[in-house]
């Protein structure tokens, strides 16, 4: 409803009158509809101000004790404006490690950035729904991947063999190749495993520099799938089409273009540019606070197995280190009937080894992980033998047709060999 502000101040002031003329309050207040209070308000004000104080007033308090401190909000609009990308939680976070007491909570920051036209407020959107899963303990799973998008001055793009940890979100793995051929990904997955550990799986997409499965017109077992297998790794793939599955990998990669590659001049060698990576990645890794591990940095959560390269002393580092040489290997060829083929694999965590190019596993006891056991295999069983004494048999679960396509063993294996001319019977 609309009030005339004229009418409204002639009407109180009738009131006031009449209470100075010598009218009892209460009569007065009686006969123009009001309250004792608001008349003796009205009569305050009249003296003090005149005609403009019987007008209404705003009702919002004079002084806020929530507000926050013009200090504060300044530190808050400075830190959007240097760093535009960072939102209300980052900032939150960031004045508050650096000491801002109290530090404003991330929907105070976020008002604050609307308030100053730094964000354009945006109508909520009902985000897709995905399933969430993260692993227990680092260096159980890895997630890797290839990513382009790297340029040269000489007009090249390159591309990176990237992979991160699961659960800590740490950087394994960030290697410039000028190729990404199955050889260039193997030699930076075995130079990540000899600085931090042996992971437990791996979990890829299905390119062909990771798996063989999709060979046509027969499967093979590509290199990387022979790492894995030689080091007890459980190598998982991804559905096709379902870029999802890694999303914590694909995550790192948008960040890694927003933040850097997008902002970057060309390279001017591989070499170069590689150093420029790595001394982003070890921001990424030790001073990035990341949202998903409650802006923990994701160093501060990974554990590799044993000590590091970095942090082994200079007297100890012309000791051995573990057999992972990248060797050359050849897609095998169909064995002939009645031929049998022997090869030594390491036990994975989970107990289910993988044979047979892993189209067939075959489970073990937990207690045996880690140990390395021989594998027979002909046309029609799998035997595993440890130590001298067989302790599982197997037949194969494989199509009649595929049994001889892809030998699990390696010919080329220097712990064991058989050739056509050779047929070596089933362990006893």
Not at 43 to 57: A, H, K, N, T, V
Not at 73 to 89: F, K, S, V
Not at 283 to 288: F, I, K, T
């Amino acid at each position: 409803m609309v009030v005339d502000q004229q009418a409204q101040v002639e009407y109180r002031y009738r009131a006031v009158c009449d209470v100075l003329g010598g009218s009892p309050i209460g009569e007065v207040a009686a006969r123009y509809g009001t309250s004792r209070q608001s008349l003796h308000t009205w009569r305050q004000r009249f003296q003090q101000e005149g005609m403009p104080g019987l007008s209404d007033r705003s009702r919002r308090p004079r002084t806020s004790l929530n507000r926050t401190a013009a200090e504060v909000e300044a530190l808050i609009c400075q830190l959007r404006r240097d760093h535009p990308r960072w939102g209300a939680r980052r900032i939150s976070y960031e004045l508050g490690r650096s000491g801002v007491q109290p530090a404003p909570s991330r929907a105070t920051t976020h008002r604050v950035l609307v308030r100053n036209g730094l964000i354009d407020p945006q109508a909520q959107q009902h985000k897709r729904k995905y399933r969430r899963w993260q692993r227990a303990e680092p260096m159980h799973l890895w997630q890797l991947d290839i990513v382009g998008g790297v340029p040269l001055a000489d007009e090249r793009q390159c591309k990176m063999v990237t992979g991160i940890d699961d659960h800590s979100r740490f950087v394994v793995i960030a290697a410039v190749v000028a190729v990404p051929t199955g050889r260039a990904v193997c030699e930076a997955f075995t130079a990540a495993m000899r600085r931090y550990g042996v992971p437990s799986e791996v979990l890829s997409v299905n390119g062909k520099q990771f798996t063989g499965k999709y060979t046509k017109p027969l499967l093979v077992e590509v290199l990387f799938e022979r790492i894995c297998r030689d080091n007890g790794i459980t190598a998982r793939l991804t559905k096709p089409r379902s870029p999802t599955t890694t999303g914590k990998i694909e995550r790192f990669h948008k960040t890694l273009r927003e933040e850097f590659l997008d902002h970057v001049a060309p390279f001017e060698s591989i070499t170069a540019a590689q150093e420029a990576i790595d001394g982003w990645v070890a921001g990424y890794n030790h001073q990035r606070p990341h949202q998903s591990l409650d802006m923990a940095t994701p160093a501060s959560l990974f554990r590799p197995n044993g000590p590091t390269r970095l942090e082994v002393p200079p007297s100890t580092s012309d000791e051995a280190t573990p057999d992972l040489a990248v060797d050359v290997i050849e897609p095998p060829t169909p064995a002939p009937d009645g031929m049998a083929v022997e090869f030594e694999a390491r036990v994975p965590p989970s107990g289910e080894l993988s044979v047979l190019s892993g189209r067939q596993k075959v489970s073990l006891h937990q207690a045996m992980a880690g140990r390395t056991v021989t594998v027979w295999a002909d046309q029609r069983s799998v035997h595993l033998s440890c130590d001298g004494h067989v302790v599982r048999r197997a037949h194969h679960r494989l199509p009649a047709a595929a049994r001889g396509s892809s030998p699990p063993a390696d010919a080329r294996s220097p712990h064991r060999r058989t050739t056509a001319s050779t047929t070596r019977p089933a362990p006893t």
